[in-house]
């Protein structure tokens, strides 16, 4: 296990840890990809339970912001209450009426989050374009900004080339640098940066970065990487959106395509803390994970972006077809799933020509890989009623739909000579047939016949009974229970049958349900790595100041954002999550957020406390102790509603035993004793949940 604490610490914090692994669960659910039960036609409406007690006016609220947010921040319950839970939601459902200036502003700092593929390629090109510049394959950007970009790439590139070179014996060409070497060269560097940095303050704002092209290269490089602190914040903030993306490049690796999902990583997670628009963000992080891409899979390194942005995000409160054609349409679909791979084996493209009798068929054939995931996991789901012959029809059907140019951040593309001709029994239905009004509306003008049959069978998928529970209970399950209850699953799908699939009017049954209302699924989630993280900063009122130490983070807590392999993406559910390991990682990084230990990052515990006592009564037990008050209210704030006399007991334990031990030690003064107790209750089994 990856333990970082203190061992006074985990000495006595262990026993909350068998806490939170003894706290009731409900039943384990099937996996995203097991089996739901299998649906022919629409539902009846089942009856609501009759043994559900409602919440309260205060706990729907918690509830609401629990569930369709990454956590609520100090005063929101009380903001939900007057502004009504209703209101609240109804606003929540429609993103473009909230502002977002704040998070606007910081997302200004990574300039490919709104660039198409091959311009946030060009921007930050991979190894391969590099090498193709350098060796002249291929002319340097006209733009002199992107012309200094490639310089600076070129440059490195040829400098590892140098290192990597060896003489006839065996021996390096350019041996390397010994450790003195490389501590004076950095020393030399970093003086080059700062002297550059004083030029640069000398001059008006809209002439430093035109001054910075114009150094030599090796100069650029030692700036990038080795302006610091002060001088670097204030010349990134005075830069315009474009100087910071020239910055950002020239700072780079070689092949710094890599920097592309660097920045949306970090921007997901300044959108999870920072932003008003929270059921969009947490509705767009569902769906990411429903209909999942992994971002190293060769070039979707640079299509996830846009894949997140214009698929995902731009369809997130729509409709559930628009939803499902959108991804089938992206370039990072059909590389993650390899469908830009298949070849009708019956098509011009595999060497069959329809006009030649004595022409001969390719090697090549159908990829089934999307064929059989779009029903297995975006749709109809594993026990949806396809069979075998379903997923190769399906995959035939599907051919001709790829890439152009895929190495260079092209657009998807039907290819019709790629594409399997005659007709395909499948699903029950026979394809192509009379193209349906729904479908018709995604066929271009003078499409190929061809690409309306993929769009004819997506249409079919997203209209079926079937798609509707499964979808229901892929919604139910992320915001009612790991085990979702069968009635409201059912009334669900029936909206989603009624509406068109229409998303808001689904998450509308959801939270008017009484399920959703009631104490029995109040508090009985368990968060997700991502969930937990920015759960910590909201509910803290903790501006994150560095997203790259948060990925990184993720990744320790074994959720690297936008990297889950298989097209499951990551499970949600509780006994994935509720672990010794990950429970002492969460303390872990509790611990070092509260003691400012964690990556700079500035914490106010005190702050915190204020707020808990502005924003809500508190009542305590006479007497009672200053410390028993802060715990009191940080429990309130942070948690927002009881907690169990078995955490409390041993939270006062640990603080007992620090002030009745010599050694170690016990907190220097009552700062870093609030900020302990913060750290003991984010870490508390309570905290877990949501």
Partial sequence: MRVCLPIFLLATVLPLLAVAQQAPHPPKSPAANTAVPKVSRPVPTRPVPAKLIPLTPRERALQLLNRFTFGPRPGDVERVLAQGPEAWFTQQLNPQSIPDAALDRRLNDYPTLNLPPDQALLLFP???????VAEGKRPYPAD?????????????????????KIDPNGQPTFPPPSPAELTAQKSADQA????????????????????LLKLPVADRIAFTTYVAGDQRNLLLNEFTPRER?????????????????SELTQAKLLRAILSERQLQEVMTDFWFNHFNVFIAKDSDQW???????????????????????????????????????????????????????????????????????????????VNGGYTQADVTALSAILTGWGVDRPNQGGPFLYDPKRHQPGPKQWFGHRIPTALSDDAAQWVLPNADPGMAEGIEALTLLAASPQTAHFISWKLAQRFVADDPPPALVDRMAETFLATDGDIKAILRTLIQSPEFNSRTY?????????????????????????????????????????????????YITADQWMNSTALVDRLNFAY???????????????????LGLMSQPISTPAPASGADIALQVLEATLIGGDVSAQTN??????????????????????????????????????????
């Fill in 245 to 261: 993306e020239l910055f950002n490049a020239m700072s780079a690796n070689i092949g710094a395509a890599y920097q592309i999902g």
């Fill in 126 to 132: 991979d190894r391969g374009m590099v090498q193709q």
């Fill in 192 to 211: 080059t940066a700062a002297r550059i940095a004083g030029d640069l303050f000398s001059l008006p704002k809209n002439q430093r970065m035109p001054a």
């Fill in 522 to 570: 109040f508090r009985n989630k368990i968060k997700t790595p991502i969930e937990f993280i920015a759960s910590a900063f909201r509910t803290t009122a903790t501006d994150p100041i560095n997203p790259g130490a948060l990925a990184n983070t993720l990744r320790t807590m074994g959720m690297p954002l936008y990297n889950a392999l298989p097209p499951t993406g990551y």
């Fill in 303 to 381: 299509y996830t972006t846009t894949y997140e942005r214009e698929a995902i995000r731009k369809h997130a409160l729509g409709k559930f077809r628009d939803l499902l054609l959108a991804t089938a349409t992206s370039p990072a679909m059909m590389v993650y799933l390899d469908n830009y791979l298949s070849i009708g084996p019956d098509s011009l493209a595999n060497g069959v020509n329809p006009a030649n009798p004595n022409s001969k068929r390719g090697n090549r054939g159908l990829n089934e890989n999307y064929g059989r995931e779009v029903m297995e996991l975006h749709t109809v789901g």
């Fill in 144 to 164: 002199p900004g992107l012309a200094a970009i490639y310089q600076v790439q070129v440059f490195k590139y040829n400098q590892d080339l140098d290192n990597k």
């Fill in 649 to 690: 007991q041993l939270i006062h334990k640990q603080i007992d035993s620090l002030s009745a031990n010599p050694a170690p030690a016990p907190p220097a003064n009552p700062t870093d004793t609030l900020n302990l107790l913060t750290a003991l209750v984010m870490g508390s089994p309570e905290f877990q949940q949501r």
């Fill in 592 to 610: 070092q957020l509260t003691s400012g230990k964690f990556a700079n990052q500035k914490f106010d515990s005190a702050h915190i406390l204020a």
